[in-house]
């Protein structure tokens, strides 16, 4: 099976948060980037899935600028058989449609069997791009996926629903799933992998359709006004309990 | 091009709450905008279905057909781009819910639009707020482009009041769609057999520590994680000792969890657990030790007698329940 | 009588010897050092083709062995420099049988007799053989010759009873830690040596007209000849290799070698063996000290670090250093036969604390930390090692850059929080805070305390404004991209804030920065608190009597040899208790070698045994020196009592007579 995976580029966790000047979006200056968690598990599906089949290619594709290539760098060093980064310097100025465009023109050009991706991205956290792709592919697709199996000419995947029920979905090839976080366990870089990556194929292209107007801007970014405090709450143990009710009524929406 | 449209959600007969909070979302876009607020709802036999708000959008489209009975992308997206492409209208709001990531952001892309998804609040203008960066970040979002809006609200940023009350007549609206067109065969929901227990994907935690000094207490705590309905976890030293079993141990040498609620009773916080329960989206903490480190990570905390505010709490999630 | 033998001449040569034999004293000049009466050409022809033939069957035996280790892959690090301390570590441990002695006084001593009485029997075998053909050298009647001969008869009776110590201990006393199964060999080859001394002795009282003597020299001389085949496949080979695995170990204590080039990745196959771990590996002796020492083994766990250097010897004797077969049992494609290599196993290697109490027991040279380690190596750095809590904590290394997969964040509050200035390059000392320090609520306050120590000192310090961790979990689990991604990091901080020295509360630490980065670049010097504050002991407070056990930890003990500074730091805070396993002798508490991080450990916990013991010194507080060690008897000592002994760093033990400073940053001085 030919899998592609489409990983995205983003500020580490626990980057430091500094808004810059123009208010858009944060200071890139001492960012440091990784791959987007819920792609990381993209990735290892793939991986997965071609070792269980003993066979196929695992191609992974980011667009962005140049940075992304370590990132790209990375999966082949997890595993991955090539790499190929899609040209685009200035990624805040698509919007999700503009970025599954220049993806699904590159990923079009490799006519995969499978097309992975995590759900969302750690940044902007749309949880789009995997579905516009497949539609913009024209290819069914099925998202929140726990587990994949093959079979014959397709594919009987887990979708996990809401809580806690899950659901199998029979679909045909080629298709595109967008893979739940946390439904395999992510392997760790190695000394190996990290080596063999050094001889791994790494192309850029360029998108040859120009961008068009974004369908939705962003105007500004902000700090949340609320920050994580510890409130103590007080009193006598009943009162305490009814204040606690409370909170698990309209904040923790527990009851 | 005007009008409100929300696309509500219901599986067998059954709503999805999260639709009653899209509804108050429309709802006040539309007042707020001087438009109508129209309502959608997709399935097979729909329109039987007990209205269950006091507010009312002005009209309700019962979206039928036989196909859109079980969920499918293609089926729903096919189906609600009829409706638009009918009703023309300016916003089309969707509850943030599984279905709606499924196939909202295909449905867009049918209008060259781009879904705003998972947006908390919506300001004058209208703009939109979404969270970026695991909410560190708040983000104005507009629509820029000719063509209907797509926006999805995230679960409990409107306020919907459940009521059993009201009705509301639908309109039917048959979509024209083939069963050749619809690629992917969903089966039977179903959940995993419980045999083991799994901490990782509990939405609730109640979890035990030291503080609950023997084993004969344990029940104090398992009470209150009964009238919550939550799972019941435990500290290190609990499943040493054997109080309760290995795999509810939350922690570097267990589980790790990332719960909507974590609720610490009698925990002090020792690194090894934190590392298990720092994913957690609230902390509510009970310790008599006012310098527990639990209390660092607490969203809200208890100093006090687990023995007095414990029961106290059970018998007022009790009350608050029935 | 000395007198009369003194005048005894046996091997003149053309004198028959007999002829001037005296018959006096009833007490005779050994048969061994002549020819037997009436020895013929026949006899000398048969003795030479013996000799032929022991040698034959010694070599035969021995050069499969030799070629091994000589083909086994050259170590790309060795250097015979320092010869000093080389030379130091043979007079020591060989010459002296230092390690054999220390830890087993009274079967180590028999040990060393033997050694000593094999030592003085080299020229009286040699003189033996020599003389069967006549061309025996001694002099039973010169100076040295007469005194030699009795001199070898007094370390003959040691022998004698040593061995036969030994032989009982061996087999009736039987000690656990040399295994279940009964050598018969090793009791033949006993025996051959209590044969080998008896007919030396023997000789001494048999005329020497008679037969007896023939019999007696033969008896000696097959002894002789039979064991020195038997050498090669036994545990007996230590007595050839040893000498040489001691003086040729690699310099530095369970010191982690480079990796060499693109294609080393550790020990995965046969083809990683290096020459000194093949020499190691033969060289075992199998006495278990190493073993006996281990907190994995003596809980329970798979490791037996005995069987990881067996499973090594019979994998290259099976299989032999150029093989491709993987080392460790799960990654092979049939599982071995041998039940030693089935112990070389990758649970077993991940089981080690690398607390390095088997490296520094073994008394012939075997270094367990870098085998078990390489191992480790071998495992994680090709992604064989599988482990929900290792590929944790890696993904906690790669992207957090902290053991603890937290934020830099909160240890960005926690240095607000305590007022700690940033390392400018005006401060005398660069504080390291560590993942504990700086993260864990515990170390924390156990930094917290250290601060206040310098504060009240007067000394000057600073925090780095970013710290990740020195990557000494992933060293010692053997993943080097991680390690060697922090060590680089790590490096450049300290670079770039230009720091000179730094102190730091984790022995863990010390010993990376200080040893482990060597291999990337030059770390500023760094010292543990232990050092710092003995240093200043006559400023701090003298406390009351309170009694203190102290608990060595491995990696500032053994790894680092710093036992006296943190033992002055507890004096001045009350009255130091030792416990039973102190000093070099220290157990793990279970935390070393990424273990703190990795799941839950089969068997007893090794904390549990550690707090035990040091619970039942009735001492009021356990003093400790590592964060690590402090973690993991906090959990251990309140399962083990009701009623625990207080749990203190040294630095919090100074701290408390500290009397608080309303202002952070002033000092008392």
């Known amino acids: 099976m030919k899998i592609v995976v489409a990983i995205k580029q983003v500020p580490e966790r626990d980057a430091p948060i500094r808004i810059a000047a123009d208010g858009r979006w944060i200071e890139e200056g001492d960012l440091s980037y990784t791959i987007n968690e819920p792609d990381a598990y993209a990735l290892e599906e793939a991986l997965q899935l071609k070792e269980k089949t003993g066979s196929g290619e695992v191609i992974v594709v980011c667009a962005g600028p140049e940075r992304v290539e370590s990132t790209l760098r990375e999966a082949l060093a997890k595993g991955a058989d090539r790499a190929i980064r899609i040209e685009a310097d200035d990624l805040q100025s698509l919007d999700t449609l503009g970025v599954a465009s220049i993806l699904a023109e590159a990923i079009k050009a490799e006519s995969p069997d499978l097309i992975l991706t995590g759900l969302q991205s750690d940044d902007l956290g749309l949880g789009q791009t995997g579905v516009v792709l497949a539609e913009l592919l024209a290819i069914p697709h099925a998202t929140i996926i726990m587990q994949v199996e093959p079979t014959g000419a397709g594919l009987k995947v887990k979708r996990e629903l809401e809580d806690g029920w899950f659901q199998h979905v029979e679909m045909p090839l080629p298709a595109l799933l967008t893979i739940q976080s946390g439904g395999n366990k992510l392997r760790y870089a190695t000394l190996m992998g990290i080596k063999k990556a050094k001889t791994k194929e790494l192309k850029t292209v360029s998108p040859t359709t120009p961008p068009t107007a974004p369908a939705i801007t962003l105007e500004r970014v902000y700090l949340p006004e609320k920050q994580k405090k510890t409130e103590m709450l007080t009193g006598s143990p009943d009162e305490i309990a009814a204040r606690v009710v409370e909170k698990l009524k309209f904040e923790v929406r527990a009851l | ?322 | 009588m000395l007198a009369g033998a003194l005048r005894v001449v046996i091997p003149v040569r053309g004198i028959p010897a007999t002829t001037l034999l005296p018959d006096t004293t009833g007490i005779h000049y050994s048969a061994t050092l002549a020819e037997p009466a009436g020895f013929s050409s026949a006899e000398s022809v048969l003795l030479v083709l013996c000799v032929l033939l022991s040698a034959g069957l010694f070599f035969w035996r021995f050069a499969p062995i030799l070629r091994n280790i000589l083909r086994s892959r050259p170590d790309a690090d060795f250097s015979l420099r320092p010869i000093g301390r080389r030379v130091w570590a043979f007079v020591s441990e060989v010459l002296c049988q230092s390690r054999v002695i220390r830890q087993r006084p009274l079967p180590g001593l028999a040990h060393a007799f033997v050694f000593w009485g094999f030592l003085a029997f080299a020229l009286v075998s040699l003189n033996h053989l020599a003389s069967g053909v006549r061309l025996g050298f001694l002099d039973p009647q010169g100076r040295l010759g007469s005194f030699y001969f009795l001199f070898a008869a007094a370390w003959a009776v040691l022998v004698a009873v040593s061995i036969a110590g030994l032989f009982i201990r061996r087999f009736f006393m039987r000690p656990v830690w040399l295994g279940e199964k009964l050598s018969y060999e090793s009791g033949f080859i006993a025996f051959l040596i209590f044969l080998l001394m008896v007919t030396y002795l023997g000789a001494f009282f048999v005329d020497k007209g008679s037969t007896g003597v023939n019999l007696l020299w033969w008896m000696h001389t097959l002894s002789l000849l039979i064991f020195l085949p038997l050498i090669p496949h036994t545990k007996h080979l230590h007595l050839v290799l040893s000498p040489l695995t001691v003086f040729l170990k690699r310099d530095g204590f369970a010191k982690i070698p480079p990796l060499a080039g693109d294609e080393d990745f550790g020990l995965v196959a046969g083809k990683d063996i290096t020459q000194l771990i093949s020499l190691q590996t033969y060289s075992c002796v199998e006495c278990g000290r190493c073993t006996e020492h281990c907190p994995a083994a003596t809980t329970g766990k798979l490791l037996n670090p005995k069987e990881i250097v067996l499973g090594l010897r019979s994998y290259l004797n099976e299989l032999g250093p150029a093989s491709e077969t993987p080392l460790l049992a799960e990654a092979r494609d049939t599982a071995p036969a041998d039940a030693h290599q089935q112990l070389l196993s990758m649970e077993a290697a991940f089981a080690c604390t690398t607390c390095g109490s088997c490296e520094f027991q073994c008394p012939v040279g075997v270094q367990h930390v870098p085998i078990i380690v390489g191992l480790r190596r071998g495992a994680t750095n090709t992604g064989a090692w599988e482990d929900t809590y290792g590929t944790k904590l890696f993904l906690a290394l790669e992207k957090s850059g902290n053991a603890l997969g937290l934020s830099a964040m909160e240890r960005d509050k926690f240095i607000q929080k305590q007022q700690f200035p940033l390392f400018d390059g005006t401060q005398e000392y660069c504080l390291w805070l560590g993942c504990m320090g700086g993260y864990d609520p515990r170390g924390r306050e156990i930094i917290a305390d250290f601060a206040r120590v310098m504060r009240h000192l007067g000394t000057t310090f600073g925090v780095l404004k970013k710290e990740k961790c020195t990557g000494d979990p992933a060293r010692r689990l053997g993943n080097d991209l991680v390690f060697q991604t922090l060590a680089e990091s790590g490096l450049k901080a300290f670079e770039t804030a230009k720091v000179q020295k730094i102190v730091a509360i984790c022995p863990h630490c010390v010993r990376t920065i200080a040893n482990d980065w060597r291999e990337y670049g030059i770390a500023p010097v760094i010292e543990h608190h232990s050092e710092f504050m003995a240093r200043h002991r006559d400023h701090l407070p003298q406390q009351a009597g309170e009694s203190i056990v102290y608990h060595d930890p491995c990696y500032l003990g053994r790894y680092q040899e710093i036992y006296d500074e943190p033992r002055a730091v507890i004096a001045q805070a009350g009255t130091l208790v030792e416990a039973p396993r102190s000093h070099e002798r220290s157990f793990c508490c279970g935390a070393g070698g990424g273990l703190a991080f990795l799941g839950e450990e089969p068997g007893e916990r090794v904390s549990h045994v550690r707090a035990k013991e040091l619970a039942a010194t009735g001492a009021k507080v356990v003093g400790t020196a590592c964060p690590f060690c402090n973690t993991m008897f906090r959990d251990a000592l309140s399962a083990i009592s009701d009623t625990p002994p207080q749990l203190l760093d040294i630095a919090q033990l100074t701290a408390r007579a500290i009397p608080a400073s309303p202002d952070p940053m002033g000092g008392t001085q």
């Open chain 2, 1 to 322: 091009m005007s009008g409100v449209l929300v696309v509500m959600e219901q599986r067998s007969g059954t709503w999805n709450r999260m639709s009653f909070e899209a509804l108050a979302a429309g709802l006040d876009l539309a007042a707020k905008l001087g438009l109508e607020c129209t309502a959608a709802i997709v399935g097979d036999a729909v329109q039987s279905l007990p209205w269950q708000s006091d507010t009312q959008p002005k009209t309700v489209y019962a979206v039928e057909d036989s196909l859109l009975k079980d969920y499918t992308s293609d089926g729903f997206v096919t189906a609600l781009e009829q409706l638009i492409r009918k009703l023309q209208p300016g916003y089309v709001l969707f509850p943030h819910t599984y279905q709606v990531r499924d196939f909202a952001p295909a449905l867009a892309t049918r209008f060259g639009q781009v879904l705003i998804s998972d947006v908390i609040a919506i300001h004058d203008g209208p703009v939109f707020v979404r969270q970026l960066l695991q909410g560190k970040l708040n983000a104005d979002y507009r629509h820029s482009s000719t063509g209907p809006c797509f926006v999805s609200v995230q679960a409990g940023s409107f306020r919907a009041e459940a009521s059993s009350g009201g009705s509301m007549s639908m309109e039917a609206f048959a979509p024209a769609l083939e069963s050749s067109t619809i690629r992917n065969k969903p089966g039977e929901r179903f959940r995993e057999s419980a045999q083991t227990v799994d901490l990782t994907a509990a939405p609730l935690i109640v979890s035990v520590g030291r503080g609950i000094g023997e084993q004969d207490n344990l029940p104090v705590v398992e009470e209150l994680a009964t009238a919550l309905g939550a799972e019941l976890a435990a500290s290190r030293p609990i499943c040493d000792n054997g109080w309760l079993p290995m795999e509810r141990q939350v922690g570097s040498s267990g589980q790790t969890v990332s719960p909507k609620l974590y609720l610490a009773v009698g925990i002090s916080g020792a690194i090894q657990h934190l590392v298990g329960m720092k994913g957690a989206k609230t902390v509510i903490a009970i310790n008599k030790d006012e310098n527990a480190p639990i209390f660092e990570v607490a969203d809200y905390g208890i100093v006090g007698d687990l023995f007095e505010i414990v029961p106290a709490l059970t018998k007022a999630i009790q009350a608050a329940k029935s």
